[in-house]
């Protein structure tokens, strides 16, 4: 059951035409992921899904209400986390929890959710005292503090440092677990690859491929290849016979042997019976990276 439905979706800033014809669907209870570079039209497209911007084209539907025209009812199912938050510098946590609870009907227990960021040592601290990674906690905390059916995550972790990054993604399924749908925009391929049952990847504007993080690798290239250092002499030929085997090179001491399948245990089961060791052995397979690379022609981060 789709939660959030996006049909050619088209919005327009004077002659530039920021999102052009995006359409997607989203599914009850997954994290969605939308991928893409800076200036690709992702925070535009989650705006118009939010109804924080109107849209020139096409229809977005959440929780089956229109953003622009439910604006008020959609405030009250929809929790949103924006690309940059930021709160009065003497407002302390807990004043701005308070604040927050008291524009929603249903709201959460904003304590219990403070709990569960490890936030209650900050209630009394004031925003401009708090971390990189306490003011995206908080950012998270006042999204959900309103118990929304889907929750908007912005760029969450851009400018944490890799502990706080991962902290955050622990967070995110926490979220899920707890049956809230989560749209989230990034352009980290790590991010996207742990996180993510579906991707949509948007370029200059336009949904260039939509599918789950290893659909996205497959369509690229599915193939493997194994680098190791032989212990002794091989026969290549006796390596191209395996059917999972598409090539065998020599790159000066190491063997590359590329095909796909269980390629890995196919070759080491031939080296063992050939009394032969793979030293330095590597497996290399397409990563996200990769596909986004051969999908955009553009290299985003990772």
Not at 113 to 123: C, F, H, Q, R
Not at 225 to 242: E, G, T, W
Request: hydrophobic content about 40%; glycine content about 10%; some cysteine.
């Amino acid at each position: 059951m789709a939660i959030i439905e996006v049909n050619n979706l088209v919005k327009r800033y004077g002659d530039f035409t920021a999102v052009n014809g995006v359409s997607f669907a989203v599914e009850q209870g997954e994290i969605f992921g939308i991928l893409g570079p800076n200036g690709a039209g992702k925070t535009t497209t989650v705006e118009c899904v939010e109804g924080l911007r109107g849209r020139d084209g096409g229809s977005v539907e959440v929780c089956g209400l229109d953003p622009h025209r439910d604006t008020a009812e959609l405030r009250q199912l929809l929790g949103v986390q924006l690309q940059k938050s930021e709160l009065p510098d003497k407002l302390k946590v807990g004043e701005a929890m308070q604040l927050y609870s008291s524009f929603y009907r249903d709201p959460a227990d904003w304590r219990e959710l403070i709990g569960t960021l490890n936030l209650t040592g900050k209630l009394d601290s004031p925003f401009r005292s708090l971390s990189g990674g306490q003011k995206q906690r908080l950012s998270i905390a006042l999204a959900l503090v309103g118990n929304p059916e889907v929750a908007v995550l912005d760029e969450l972790t851009t400018g944490l440092d890799p502990q706080a990054r991962r902290d955050a993604w622990d967070l995110i399924e926490r979220i899920r677990d707890r049956g809230v749908t989560i749209l989230m925009v990034t352009h980290f391929m790590a991010e996207a690859e742990r996180l993510c049952d579906r991707l949509a990847v948007i370029d200059s504007g336009r949904l260039v491929a939509l599918d789950t993080p290893a659909g996205l690798v497959s369509r690229v290239d599915d193939q493997q290849r194994i680098r190791f250092r032989p212990s002794a002499p091989i026969d290549h030929a006796v390596l191209r016979a395996l059917p999972e085997v598409g090539s065998v090179e020599q790159a000066g001491s190491q063997l590359v042997v590329t095909g796909t399948g269980n390629l890995l245990l196919a070759v080491t089961t031939v080296l063992a019976r050939n009394q032969v060791v793979a030293g330095d052995l590597r497996v290399e397979q397409t990563t996200l990276d990769d596909a986004f690379v051969a999908l955009t022609g553009r290299r985003t981060e990772t």
